[in-house]
T-cell receptor, first 114, second 111 residues
Framework: DAMVIQNPRYQVTQFGKPVTLSCSQT?????MYWYQQKSSQAPKLLFH???????NEADTPDNFQSRRPNTSFCFLDIRSPGLGDAAMYLC?????????????FGQGTRLTVV | SQQGEEDPQALSIQEGENATMNCSYK?????LQWYRQNSGRGLVHLIL???NEREKHSGRLRVTLDTSKKSSSLLITASRAADTASYFC???????????WGAGTKLIIKP
């Protein structure tokens, strides 16, 4: 019944070694978001896709990239993870068509950089 | 992006009591949403209230919205230990589809 699925739940990567986090959805929502959340803080939007249109936040580091090959899947690529990139990464989806609906979140991927 | 503040930052009450959390925001909005996050998990949507609505209920949850004061409150009645979580408000605008988040309130329900 999971609707937004993130893999893996936990990811350990080495400093500077590229890592990819994945997100899939069964909701057929047109908007997908990637958030970074550090301990006890609000989620920070990195980027979002409205259909195939990519929208990058101005303060998202170049180190972070994203791909959305189709409606169901979205990937977050961190090209050279630093210690400061250790965080929970949350994927969310929303159906937006002449109005808002709520966002559905995955369980998150906790990234550790060693 | 964060545009709002939530207060209190932390709230600890006895089981059975009511819990009230407040959210303030800065810009005009299309809607305001409340989410719950259990420790180490994803966020779960609770309620969406549109800018032309003043109050909304869902089970033990009651949300109010005052657009003149740019504020909202979330009331949880008859709290339970399972309500222990962080609660976030998020606003949606008219011109894009980003949610702008408050800093969150950490709620602890003591048995």
């Amino acid at each position: 019944d999971a609707m937004v699925i993130q893999n893996p739940r936990y990811q350990v990567t080495q400093f500077g070694k590229p890592v990819t986090l994945s997100c899939s959805q069964t909701l057929n929502h047109n908007v997908m978001y990637w958030y970074q959340q550090k301990s006890s803080q609000a989620p920070k939007l990195l980027f979002h896709y409205y259909d195939k249109d990519f929208n990058n936040e101005a303060d998202t580091p170049d180190n972070f990239q994203s791909r959305r090959p189709n409606t169901s899947f979205c990937f977050l690529d961190i090209r050279s993870p630093g210690l400061g990139d250790a965080a929970m990464y949350l994927c969310a989806t929303s159906r937006v068509n002449r109005g808002w609906t709520e966002a559905f979140f995955g369980q998150g991927t906790r990234l550790t950089v060693v | 992006s964060q545009q709002g503040e939530e207060d209190p930052q932390a709230l600890s009450i006895q089981e059975g009591e009511n819990a009230t959390m407040n959210c303030s925001y800065k810009t005009s909005i299309n809607n305001l949403q409340w989410y719950r996050q259990n420790s180490g998990r994803g966020l779960v949507h609770l309620i969406l209230i549109r800018s032309n609505e003043r109050e909304k209920h869902s089970g033990r949850l009651r949300v109010t919205l005052d657009t003149s004061k740019k504020s909202s409150s979330l009331l949880i009645t008859a709290s339970r230990a399972a309500d222990t979580a962080s609660y976030f408000c998020a606003t949606g605008g008219d011109s894009n589809y980003q949610l702008i988040w408050g800093a969150g309130t950490k709620l602890i329900i003591k048995p």
